[in-house]
């Protein structure tokens, strides 16, 4: 493996006096996708939160060799991470083309972020439904295309690392495995991915590899190959479904 | 009460009206975006005002001073909030915005007062003597305490009040003070006579709402002022600092401030407490509007200015009370028609 993109080490995250994130190392190497999974309440949002500086942590966060970890999440944008958090966050009442402005707001003292049009016409060409609505308020879209939007947002600011936490919430399967067809294409170009879903099966899918959360703790980690194949992945995460009926229309991981 | 006193009334009302839009559109833009109810706006209203008094007088305004202390401690208070980034860029930025800046601001007011160079000039030294005070304030007393309630935050908001009552009461003295119009002319329209300054001041705040609106509607950075408003955890996962849009919004309410006060000079003698009232029937506006909508305060204002002078002819001795207890059907219907919500905190 080549030197680590971001590189978490021991993290700890308490509410009050319980801890919901114990001890976890996790590393991401530049360009892979990896995933973390694990059960409601196993520490997976709250990990990336703390990745990101929503939430403060113990332990240490390096980000291609600099120390994250008191940083404010602004400051950690600008490094060029960048999270899409579950519940979204976009702004409800601004239009479609605004929020993804907004999204390129750490560029707005370079020559990119003054024209911007470039990177707004390449979202529009990557999600034409956004095209379609760009005058319409972000709070009025339906929960695929808020999915969409708060991807193309966070394009929009040319993050070296995206995480992304449980893109496939709430989405209808179609929708999940264009999400997920997306995430791997992001990939393929270069961006570094960390994945946090309970939808194990699409995101072993499309991994390099996975982290298995529990109580707040790495139970098991390794190739995602590996982890599809693993006994207690497939009991306790992916059932018995066979892999092409949950995400139609893709084959084999291409990696 | 005939048509011809009603008339006038409704005109003064409507001049004063403009006045307490500039104050209540801060404040909604503030609270929007910082959830700071800005007491200290009056302030900043009766800052600009006194300010230009001394200016016009060809003496130094006791604000260059203080604008030089709240630069200093507001460097103190940057250099503590980027202890953990700190390297020399960051330092010579953060010199050149709350020392140098300020320096030369007070350089040039030092140099233009015995000058006396005219009120065009004398209100643009006034403008850039009071507006970056804002951004300092804000620096010093909201920024450490961005995470605390609403309800900590007016506190603090009302302490800044009366420090800066207080500082004005040392640097302006017991005095009041008036300035000459903007302008002398003077139109008769019907049984009406409208005068330039009437003019100038309806002229203006209408200036000052289309330049808010087409900040938020066609700038970036005026955008990214809405976004933290609409959803502040949504806005630092772009970039956008809490702390970048706080100053810039209150910096801007310094600046409205210091031109509403600027505007009413001429018209009534500004004392160093003057501001607060001026200020609470901008809030009052304000509240009617929810702290939430800009037309709406805008519009609420308007009426509170006219509630005011008719309040001022029918009832002399009561008119603050009058003014104040329109609040209180506002309030009623406004809980009555909203469900309670939980507080977002």
Known sequence: ?255 | MDATILLLLLQDGVVNGAIYALIALSLVLVFTVTRVILIPQGEFVAYGALTLASLEAGTLPGTVPLLLGLGGLAFLADCAEARHSLDGRTLLRLGLRDLVLPALVAAAAWILAPMKPGLLIEILVTLAIVTPMGGFLYAVAFRPLAHASVLVLLIASVGVHLALTGLGLVFFGAEGSRTPPLSEASFPAGPLLVSGQSLWMIGLTLAIIVALWLFFSRTLLGKALIATAVNRLGARLMGIAPSLAGRLSVSVAAFIGALSGVLIAPLTTVYYDTGFLIGLKGFVAAIIAGLASYPAAAAAAILVGIIESIASFEASAFKEVIVFMAIIPVLLWRSLRSAPIEDEE
């Open chain 1, 1 to 255: 493996m080549t030197q680590p993109m971001l590189e978490a080490e021991t993290l700890s995250v308490a509410y009050g006096r319980v801890e919901a994130v114990r001890g976890v190392s996790l590393t991401v190497a530049p360009g892979r996708l990896v995933t973390v999974l694990g059960a409601n309440g196993a520490g997976k949002t709250t990990l990336l939160n703390a990745l990101m500086g929503v939430l403060p942590a113990r332990g240490r966060i390096l980000f291609e060799g600099r120390d994250l970890t008191r940083l404010p999440i602004e400051a950690r944008v600008a490094q060029g991470l960048s999270l899409i958090p579950e519940r979204r966050e976009l702004f409800a009442t601004m239009s479609v083309e605004d929020n993804l402005k907004l999204g390129a707001f750490r560029f707005r003292h370079t020559a990119r972020g003054k024209d911007g049009g470039g990177d707004l016409g390449e979202m529009y060409r990557l999600f034409p439904r956004l095209a379609e609505r760009r005058r319409q308020q972000a709070g009025t879209l339906s929960g695929g295309e808020r999915q969409m939007l708060a991807m193309a947002r966070a394009l929009m600011g040319r993050p070296r690392l995206l995480m992304l936490d449980e893109p496939s919430l709430g989405l209808a399967p179609l929708i999940v495995a264009e999400v997920m067809r997306m995430v791997a294409r992001l990939r393929d170009e270069g961006v570094a991915i960390l994945l946090v879903e309970q939808n194990a099966r699409a995101a072993l899918q499309i991994a390099d590899h996975g982290y298995v959360l529990d109580g707040g703790s790495v139970v098991l980690q390794g190739d995602s190959r590996t982890l599809q194949g693993d006994a207690r992945v497939v009991e306790t995460y992916l059932g018995s479904l066979s892999v092409d009926e949950a995400l139609p229309g893709r084959t084999a991981s291409g990696r």
